[in-house]
């Protein structure tokens, strides 16, 4: 018997008891005993500190049961821990587990294991009382609203205030240049989501009110540790106005902070991307006469000056005549520069203070007995975006993390194009043929559209040390993350089709080599080419303009990816075998922009996301292929992002919206024939496969078997029919959730099996056993690829068209491997090293400067992507066939780019 890699590991982790992966129904092993899972920090390197951390392990099938306890360890010892689960197999075991400990642990050699989790000597604890949700975490109490127009009413230091009311506020002009008017929060529900010793979530929900109208629903989750003086704070808010009269012109989270003592021992900080930002409100520092080295030094370190008897007389007399500057702002309006200002109040000048290139996002204003700062995670990548300290020099201060600053020009979020002689149907489908981009009048609406922002508010019982502050600010700006360690991923047999890195053979070093350039260079583009502002940030470009050295950001459908051919799914694929941190933060970003930005989340779309365009939301082709779970379930799983878990459960009815909303593009055949009552007409792939995602995502989470059979219907109904996968779509029944079988037909698409299918049904057959579908599947992985005559000769001619021979190698390589076939795994590699329709494979970094512009030659995101995929899913499915396989040496010329 040969026991590969996967094997191994997985018996390693099991306490040498080897576990078959059965098919569904078959009886399942139960492990002895399972061996720690190790943690690691995704940069490496433990950090220097960090905010509190919660990550997802997997676990084989039938390795733990429900209730099992597990507790996280460094060196051997419990350390404060809690954990949840969040998936569970077929079988009632345990997949997935989260795991939460507080800032403090010990940073290094962390594991998870079967055993008791250690509490907490703080722990945080939870009361309900009327109106208020109260949160302890220490010494620190947190006074949360269940209504009202304030979401966190203060926080106290045993009986002493150091955090006022806390409130959501923003502004909304009539016009570009029209005045604006103030609106803020309204709660109007407060839940405990989840609680525990060491983690506790409150989640809020509620609407913007103000300006005559109630608008933009809101969720913010707040999350308390164990032991801290900190809550991070997701505030999600999706924009349900009309874009042509609402024009969001800010939109932030503002504290009160009560100010306490001299004016002088006020404090108030900025981080930059330099010196911080130390000033006191009023500054006794640079003066003509000196205080005193004693109180100069307090002053700049945040410390309480001494007694004012034993200041310099020159300059006690006359403390008065320093100007108090109680207003300070940064703003960042672009991504490379900010500006400080500060003024004495109201009605008197700006002095300009400070500039720079990108602030790390974090404020604070407060004393020696006490002060609040605030951090905003992807500050400057968000841009514009500000910090606002007002009234420093009164009894309550005001402290503003600004989402969109005020100070910027409103949103417009109007579509760029009009109507343009496009009123008739033919004359959409010329501008498609033309630009690529679909377009219908009022399908271009970002009404619905959505953004997620993270942030960190400190309640602290005295002014921070200038390196404590940067500290808070490194940890907010690029937070560490714990990730499980990947071989123990892998070993569970979870996520699909992938393996470890390997470059155990030349042909193998070169495709990892290239899978680590293409990951690099697509983090260098998004700083080179300023992928970044509040709408932009986390997604990329789809096609590149060679002519122009520019990617083809005005050019219809070229533009924004918006997912096009799942750049999601490469990116945490990447990171996922990897475990490094540039694939997780890019996919990451992805996933934040992807699954708010890029779908819509109310209105007559709901459900559906947009088609890559030259706006995020302007193509009129409105499809589940890009509000797509699979791209969002990776994320949940390693990190158990609750807001991420609302987006997945949100897609689970959207195929209703499709009986109301014709999803494809505006082709020459016109609007698509009737079906049958009860039923709509829906491709296996993009659609069924993405809702299929959604579907087996909530059966995996919540144990429903609703769900389970829902996907297990469409699948056998699949099955059922007489050209299987090959039928390409069919009536579909919402009720039931199965197909009509439409007869012998073929009707092939290139772009069935490129968003999330392959992925997906390599979960599907593995956990629910359907052997029409899993015969069904393997036929259409078989013969898509498949040499044409051969296609012929079995089915006839073609019904559609057969490209990305290069993405759809990994079909054939999975058929290859289901079926024991060494020639299907020879075409396999054949297929992928052809370049065909594809990036190609390089042998050396294909990168090169022209003019100055860093390129890669013939490069596109959907090549990318699907190149990425392939080359994963073939070195875990058919590694001795790509050993065997020969590179080509590419050159731009000599290759097919056609990957539409």
């Known amino acids: 018997m040969t026991i590969n890699r996967r094997d191994a590991v997985k018996a390693a982790l099991l306490g040498g008891v080897a576990v078959a992966a059965p098919a569904t129904g078959a009886a399942i092993a139960r492990p002895a005993a399972t061996r720690p899972v190790p943690l690691r920090w995704i940069d490496g390197a433990a950090p220097a500190s960090h905010l509190g951390q919660t990550v997802g392990v997997a676990w084989p099938r039938g390795a733990l049961r429900k209730g099992a306890a597990l507790s996280v360890n460094a060196g051997g010892r419990a350390v404060p821990s809690q954990h949840w689960t969040t998936a569970t197999w077929p079988d009632g075991s345990i997949k997935w587990t989260a795991h939460a400990v507080p800032p403090g642990t010990a940073l290094e050699g962390l594991t998870v294991a079967p055993g008791r989790p250690a509490a907490p000597s703080q722990p945080v604890r939870v009361t309900e009382r009327g109106d208020t949700i109260t949160v302890r975490t220490g010494t620190l109490t947190w006074d949360i609203a269940r209504s009202g127009d304030v979401l966190i009413r203060g926080a106290r230091l045993g009986d002493r205030p150091v955090l006022g009311p806390v409130t959501l506020v923003g502004a909304v002009r009539p016009s570009l240049d029209g005045a604006p008017a103030a609106f803020t929060g309204r709660i109007d529900n407060a839940v405990v989501e989840s609680t525990g010793p060491v983690r506790a979530v409150i989640r809020v929900s509620g609407m913007h009110q103000g300006a005559g109208k109630s608008w933009l629903p809101f969720t913010v989750r707040l999350y308390a540790y164990a032991g801290t003086s900190h809550l991070r704070i997701v505030h999600s808010f999706i924009y349900d106005g009309d874009p042509a009269k609402d024009f969001l012109s800010a939109i932030g989270v503002q504290a009160s902070v009560p100010m306490r003592g001299a004016l002088h021992d006020r404090h108030l900080r900025l981080a930059t991307d330099g010196a911080m930002f130390v000033e006191g409100v009023r500054p006794l520092t640079g003066l003509r006469r000196d205080p005193g080295a004693a109180f100069r030094a307090a002053q700049t370190a945040g410390r309480a000056t001494p007694a004012l008897a034993s200041m310099d007389k020159s300059v006690r007399d006359k403390l008065e005549r320093i100007p108090a500057w109680g207003d300070v702002s940064l703003e960042q309006p672009t991504a490379h520069g900010f500006t400080i200002v500060k003024r004495t109040g109201e009605g008197h000048a700006w002095i300009d203070s400070a500039q720079g290139s990108r602030a790390p996002g974090l404020a604070y204003v407060g004393g020696p007995e006490g002060g609040v700062a605030i951090a905003q995670r992807y500050f400057w990548q968000r841009h514009p975006s500000a910090l606002h300290i007002r009234d420093a020099a009164t009894d309550s201060a005001t402290l503003t993390a600004w989402m969109w600053s005020p100070e910027a020009p409103p949103m417009d979020l109007r579509p760029y194009r009009g109507v343009m002689g496009m009123e008739e149907f033919a004359a959409q489908n010329e501008g498609l043929d033309v630009t690529y981009e679909d377009y219908e009048p009022g399908w271009d609406s970002a009404t619905g559209i959505a953004r997620t922002s993270e942030l960190t ?49 030349p042909n193998r070093v070169a495709i990892e ?194 769900w389970r059979d829902r996907v297990a219907n469409g699948m056998d109904s699949i099955g059922r029919m007489e050209r299987g996968w090959l039928t390409g779509s069919a009536p579909f029944e919402l009720k039931s959730g199965r197909y009509l079988d439409p007869g012998k037909k073929i009707r092939l698409s290139h772009l069935s099996a490129v968003f999330g299918a392959v992925e997906v049904n390599a979960e599907l057959i593995q956990l629910i056993d359907v052997p029409r579908y899993r015969a069904a599947w393997l036929e259409y992985c078989r013969w898509y690829n498949a040499p044409r005559d051969q296609f012929v000769a079995k089915f006839g001619p073609p019904a559609g068209p057969r490209n990305l021979r290069e993405g759809h190698s990994r079909l054939t390589a999975y058929a290859a491997q289901m079926e024991h076939d060494p020639a299907l795994a020879t075409r396999a590699a054949t297929e992928f090293f052809s370049g065909e329709a594809g990036l190609g494979t390089w042998t050396n970094d294909p990168r090169r400067t022209v003019g100055g512009v860093i390129e890669w030659p013939g490069v596109s995101t959907n090549a990318a992507s699907q190149w990425g995929l392939a080359a994963i899913q073939l070195l875990a499915l058919v590694p001795e066939a790509i050993d065997r396989g020969t590179i080509p040496a590419w050159s731009e010329k000599g290759k097919s780019q056609q990957v539409s």
């Open 457 to 505: 508010l400190w309640a602290l019982p005295a002014t921070p040390e200038t390196n404590t502050l940067h500290a808070m600010a490194a940890a907010s700006a690029v937070p560490p993350q714990l990730m499980a360690d990947p071989a123990s991923l892998h070993a569970a047999e979870v996520l699909g089709i992938w393996n470890l890195p390997d470059r155990s053979t």
């Open 513 to 706: 080599d290239q899978l680590d350039h293409l990951v690099d260079f697509y983090a260098g583009e998004v700083e080179r080419r300023n992928w970044y502002g509040f709408w932009n940030h986390g997604d990329v470009m789809h096609s590149y303009d060679s002519d122009r050295h520019q990617w083809k950001y005005d050019i219809g459908g070229f533009a924004w990816a918006n997912s096009e051919l799942s750049p999601d799914l490469w990116l945490w694929y990447a990171a996922l075998r990897s475990g490094k941190a540039q694939a997780f933060r890019l996919a990451e970003a992805m996933t934040r922009h992807t699954g708010e930005v890029d779908t819509y989340h109310l209105g007559r779309f709901k459900g559906m996301g947009t088609r890559h365009g030259v706006q995020h939301f302007s193509d009129s082709s409105k499809q589940p292929r890009v509000s797509n779970v699979a791209y969002r379930r990776l994320f949940y799983y390693l990190t158990a992002d609750e807001r991420v878990g609302d987006l997945m459960h949100d897609l689970i009815t959207s195929d209703e919206t499709l009986t109301r909303v014709e999803i494809g593009r505006k082709v020459p055949s016109g609007p698509p024939a009737p079906t049958p009552a009860g039923t709509i007409e829906m491709g296996f792939g993009p659609s069924w496969t993405a809702m299929a995602g959604a579907w087996l995502t909530e059966w995996e989470r919540t144990g429903d078997t609703k």
